[in-house]
T-cell receptor
Framework: GIQVEQSPPDLILQEGANSTLRCNFSDSVNNLQWFHQNPWGQLINLFYIPSGTKQNGRLSATTVATERYSLLYISSSQTTDSGVYFCAVGPGGGYQKVTFGTGTKLQVIP | DAGVIQSPRHEVTEMGQEVTLRCKPISGHDYLFWYRQTMMRGLELLIYFNNNVPIDDSGMPEDRFSAKMPNASFSTLKIQPSEPRDSAVYFC?????????????FGPGTRLTVT
């Protein structure tokens, strides 16, 4: 199956700082999502981005499918950004199974 | 839209008891997924359904686990008999789009503790 690797595993930021989270995957994908798991455990959709670039407020994501990686950018971080960020990837083509990475645990301190 | 609904939110049971977790997907979604999250293994897909039919159950850990989807708006995950190593958070998710990958939306999860 597809292998998914996320880096860094842990990240501590001062409020207001910017950060880049990376997701590498081992095979071509047609399905890639980024999620934020908040401190209460809820998994929140951030982006569905099998290719290209998307932006939503202070967050943006870029996937370069040919080079098998995706990046999540967080600008002007806030304490509410704390939690774990997961990417999930799948082959698509009508097969909906996705594999989750191990996540990046982000802590934003005031 | 109410989102994916799961019940119960918390379940504490004794080893050997039967546990039933419930999920109501988002209306109109034709894919339903059951995941398990633990510290050791992260988020694992257990099984998923398309139009109420199980498509891939390769993640179901053993015969003690079973899942059903009797109709488009309801699914259950049953563990019988339960064991302490089944303690985890179980998530249900749903997505739309037959044949086309679409983003999955997760429920709030059920935190299961087996003592």
């Amino acid at each position: 199956g597809i292998q998914v690797e996320q880096s860094p595993p842990d990240l501590i930021l001062q409020e207001g700082a910017n950060s880049t989270l990376r997701c590498n995957f081992s095979d071509s994908v047609n399905n890639l999502q980024w999620f934020h798991q908040n401190p209460w455990g809820q998994l929140i959709n951030l982006f569905y981005i099998p290719s290209g670039t998307k932006q939503n407020g202070r967050l943006s994501a870029t996937t370069v499918a040919t080079e098998r990686y995706s990046l999540l950018y967080i600008s002007s971080s806030q304490t509410t950004d704390s939690g774990v960020y997961f990417c999930a990837v799948g082959p698509g083509g009508g097969y909906q199974k996705v594999t989750f990475g191990t996540g990046t645990k982000l802590q934003v301190i005031p | 839209d109410a989102g994916v609904i799961q019940s119960p939110r918390h379940e504490v049971t004794e080893m050997g008891q039967e546990v039933t977790l419930r999920c109501k997907p988002i209306s109109g979604h034709d894919y339903l997924f059951w995941y398990r999250q633990t510290m050791m293994r992260g988020l694992e897909l257990l099984i998923y359904f398309n139009n109420n039919v199980p498509i891939d159950d390769s993640g179901m850990p053993e015969d003690r686990f079973s899942a059903k989807m009797p109709n488009a708006s309801f699914s259950t995950l049953k563990i019988q008999p339960s064991e302490p190593r089944d303690s985890a958070v179980y998530f249900c998710a749903s997505s739309a789009g037959t044949g086309v990958p679409h983003e999955q939306y997760f429920g709030p999860g059920t935190r299961l503790t087996v003592t």
